[in-house]
Each structure stands twice: as structure tokens, then as C-alpha cells.
């Protein structure tokens, strides 16, 4: 089972070590970009890192979009070395169950983007309730859900 622990000045180095596995830097940012615009939206989003059995596996971040409004996951990711355990798919629930709490603002809907070809992660969503909206991009495609 994973957890969310907030990304501080403790554990920021350890998300800086993270790293894809080959070819999926296509699909996600490295944390110290992700961490950069979290210090931008700080005031809407918060930084995790994904702990199993008190090691960072992983980093997600959650935001809150008043225009629309909705929830966004960004650059979720799981570190090449951990991938395949489950990691993930327990850290989503986790997050799904974060933003429920509506800590930025009242949205039943959340919403992330996936890589055209990223199958995997694909598979992943659409188990979890995410459908694509339509929306594409060149390489991705927006999937939503709205929480019940």
C-alpha cells in the first residue's frame, strides 16, 4: 500500500532522484519541472511524493483549476525500478481519495491528460473511471471522471 507525503524541503531531493524508464520521458516531466510550477500555482496545487514501506517510489501532483473548475493530476510517475508492483494504481486511489476532500474548491470533476501511446497508463485510468473527453493535443489525449 502506498502513501501521499506533501513534497517539502525534507524529501525534494528524493523526488529529483526519480527516473523514467526508458522512452516514457515522453510521457511525463521530470519532478524538478513539476516541482517548478508547483511553486508557481502554490496557492492551488500540492506536490506529493508516493511512499511504499517509507521509500519514495513516485511523485504526483494534484491541482485546481478555477477557471473550469476541475481537479487536474499532472506528472504522476513511478520510478523505472518500482514499476509493475501496483505502485500506481494504489497511489491514483490515494489521490482520487485526496480530492474528494476538495482542499482548493468545490469540483466533482477530475481531469488528466495521457500519452497518445501510453498504453499502460491508459489501461490504468479507464480501470479507475477516467474516460477520454475528445479533447486531444498532438501526442495526448484529456480523460475525466467525476467523482460520485
Known amino acids: 500500500m502506498t502513501e501521499l507525503n506533501n513534497i517539502t524541503e525534507e524529501n ?5 532522484g526519480l527516473k523514467l524508464a526508458p522512452g516514457q520521458e515522453t ?9 517548478a510550477q508547483a511553486y508557481v500555482y502554490r496557492d492551488q496545487c500540492r506536490p506529493f511524493g508516493i511512499y511504499a514501506d517509507g521509500k519514495m517510489v513516485g511523485y504526483v ?6 477557471d473550469i473548475p476541475e481537479y487536474d493530476i499532472w506528472h504522476m510517475m513511478i520510478d523505472a525500478e518500482m514499476q509493475g508492483k ?5 497511489a491514483l486511489d ?7 476532500t476538495k482542499p482548493f474548491g468545490d469540483s466533482d470533476r477530475v481531469a488528466l491528460t495521457c500519452g497518445k501511446t501510453n498504453a499502460a497508463a491508459r ?13 486531444e493535443d498532438d501526442d495526448e489525449i484529456e480523460m475525466a471522471m467525476h467523482l460520485s
Open 86 to 90: 501496483g505502485y500506481g494504481s494504489d
Open 27 to 35: 510521457f511525463v516531466s521530470h519532478p524538478i519541472r513539476s516541482l
Open 12 to 16: 525534494f531531493l528524493e523526488a529529483f
Open 94 to 100: 490515494r489521490v482520487i481519495e485526496f480530492i474528494r
Open 61 to 66: 501532483m494534484v491541482i485546481y483549476d478555477h
Open 123 to 135: 489501461k490504468l485510468y479507464e480501470r479507475k473511471g477516467f474516460r477520454a473527453t475528445g479533447v
